[in-house]
């Protein structure tokens, strides 16, 4: 089978939907194709299920990548407020869970059925479940896509095939070949919003704190959080965590604040005559018993408060305001939420999203190179990018 559309959308994912919805909607003939047998399987399974779907904060400077100004035209187009706005008009409940993150107050399905609905409006045909091979450009301009069930012409080629994290549910490299196929250039990848994993001593020593959250602030590279971090089997995990794994590179510290509303050294000073015991004295400030022995045992800080002399309160209120810690690595794209890095922002255009030097070629979504906070950040980041392209292809 031999067929021609206007535009063919690679990916049925978040950003591949909005873009062929916008773009049938606009009177454009086209065609949706992915290897999955469902719809945006990463939207059914975001958010707890509950799909944290944007966030009212949305700007610039929630975003990596190599041009931090990139995302800026794409979310003044269609940012959160627009996006709300067509969930409002589908009668989907929701709340603001912390931070201006939104999630659906019933079920991540409902995001999908939405999307579905403006695809169908936009006449959008839609093959699901087959595999895609060779991609060309002929001489003519039109660009012609390879699957199992036939060869698909198009004068415009939207890529919206995601990163690489879960590669259970069907990540795969496709949209990075395709760039580089047409010369675009792909900043490095790696796996990002995912846990640290500790080295072999501190995964022993720590592995008794398995299950205690703590509110601190997290600092690495370029990036610091106030939020929860969780103690894993494996390493660090939690919303802290996560955040700045998207900061972290190999061989970098994370340097936490576990007491970040406290002037630990000024604590310690006012009791320094006290018999009662570090751990009890900390765990008044908040932490947990249970993390307060085994931490302050491994440093060797578990004593009584008037057997600190000056020097080891000093000590010990650095260890505690800068606890600095070198995570091996990260549990990878198993877990990671997203790809940092992607498409090279200088191949593209910022207001359309389309390749500079290729006509009718397009990337949306993940396989760009921005990469959002944990928060609902990369679902708008989809919906801005594919909507940009779905006015432009
Ligand atoms: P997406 O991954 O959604 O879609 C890509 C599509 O391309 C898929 O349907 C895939 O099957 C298809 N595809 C890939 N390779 C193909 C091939 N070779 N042939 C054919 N088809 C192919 N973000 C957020 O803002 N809020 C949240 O709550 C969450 N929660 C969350 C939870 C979990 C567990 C994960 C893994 C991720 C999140 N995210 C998130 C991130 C969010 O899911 C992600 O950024 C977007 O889905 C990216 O949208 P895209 O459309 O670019 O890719």
Redesign the pocket.
Known sequence: MNKSYDVVV???????MMCAAIAGQRGRKVLL????EKL????R???GGR???TNIDARPDRYISENSHFCRSALAQFGPQNFIAMIEGHGIAYHEKKLGQLFCDDSSQQVIDMLDAECQKGGVVRQMGI??GAVRKDEAGLFWVETSVGVFGATALVV????L??PQI???P??YRIAEQFGLPVTGLSPALVPLTFHVADAEAFAPLAGVSLDVEVRAGKGRFREQILFTHKGLSGPAILQISSYWEPGMDVVINLLPDCDVQAFLDERQSSEQLVSNALAELGWPKRFAEAWLSRLGFNVRLKDLSPKKRLQLAEQVQHWRIKPNGTQGYKK???TRGGVSTKALSSKTMAAKDVPGLFF????VDVT?WL????????WSSGYVAGKNC
């Open positions: 690679l990916g049925a994912g978040a950003a591949g194709l992915d290897h999955a945006a399987e990463k939207i399974i975001s958010g799909c944290n779907f595999s895609i919206a095939t995601g990163g994290s879960i069907g990540a795969t496709l949209g990671a939420e997203v949306i979504g993940e396989v959002g928060g609902g950040y990369n679902f708008q980041w989809a």
